[in-house]
């Protein structure tokens, strides 16, 4: 099962850069735990296509506007890369800076989706009498 891998590799690299980090230097584990957490990604692209191949079924059937699927798509992946630089940013001991990552984050998300509030507050208008 690729829980097992993922779950695996990711104490393995803890480990590694817990005993790395006391014995010589946090930039080398630093680096180590990009490289473990670029290793998850690539392990889970399959996955995330196969989803985004569903959503993209689905909506086709549903006859939703493909502009929409690929807005809430785009945020999804906002939020994921958004929280993954954060995360680096707090394991190299930058609170400051990751915390300005999540804001970064959030506001990018928040521009993007003004078109979809847009459309479903139209949607409530068309349905008020």
């Not at 985004?52 to 929409?68: E, K, P, T």
């Not at 992946?77 to 001991?93: K, L, N, P, T």
């Amino acid at each position: 099962m690729e829980i097992f891998q993922l779950v695996g590799l990711g104490l393995t690299a803890t480990f590694i850069v817990v005993v790395v980090r006391q014995a010589q230097s946090k930039e080398i584990a630093l680096l180590i735990s990009l490289v473990a957490g670029a290793l998850m990604f690539l392990l889970l692209v399959d996955r995330i296509a196969a989803v985004i191949q569903v959503l993209s079924d689905l909506s086709d059937r549903a006859g939703i506007n493909r502009f929409y699927l690929t807005t809430v798509l785009k945020i999804i992946g906002i939020a994921y890369v958004g929280e993954f630089g954060a995360q680096v940013c707090r394991d190299a001991g930058e609170n400051a800076i990751a915390s300005k990552v999540e804001l970064a984050t959030k506001v990018l998300i928040m521009v993007l989706s003004i078109p979809i509030i847009v459309a479903i507050l139209e949607s409530i208008v068309k349905l008020l009498p």
